[in-house]
């Protein structure tokens, strides 16, 4: 079991950014790799950026790949998500997870894929405002 907890989301201008927090349970978390999704309501969940287990390897979407960066820090039980020049459309929860199933040979098909995921936080919060 794993049990995760965001932090870090808050109201920030367009152009401004923000760095997200996941603290993860347990002694165990560098057996996992960890990935960052997002929601907005009526919206369904979709995937921002990824880690693997060692934290060398990094996935991110399309969308995110030159503003967003994740990382991680086994010692500490935690994954990153730093946003940098953040748009209004990036407004949304943001829920990490984790992914047992995930490795660095696995392909980005995992990584990007929720259900290799599991176990999820509860999300917090980030808002862009124009």
């Known amino acids: 079991q794993v049990q995760l907890v965001e932090s870090g989301g808050g109201l920030v201008q367009a152009g401004g950014s923000l760095r997200l927090s996941c603290a993860a349970s347990?002694?165990?978390?560098?057996?996992?790799?960890m990935g960052w999704f997002r929601r907005t309501p009526g919206k369904e969940r979709e995937f921002v950026a990824a880690?693997?287990?060692?934290?060398?390897?990094?996935f991110y979407a399309n969308s995110e790949q030159d503003r967003f960066s994740i990382s991680r820090n086994n010692a500490a039980n935690t994954v990153y998500l730093q946003m940098n020049s953040l748009k209004p459309e990036d407004t949304a929860v943001y829920y990490c997870?984790?992914?047992?199933?995930?490795?660095?040979?696995?392909?980005?098909?995992?990584?990007?894929?929720?259900?290799?995921?599991?176990?999820w936080g509860q999300g917090t919060q980030v808002t862009v405002s124009s």
């Open positions: 997870a984790a992914s047992y199933y995930c490795s660095g040979t696995s392909g980005t098909e995992c990584y990007r894929s929720e259900r290799r995921y599991n176990y």
């Open positions: 347990g002694r165990t978390f560098s057996t996992y790799a």
């Open positions: 880690i693997s287990r060692s934290g060398i390897i990094t």
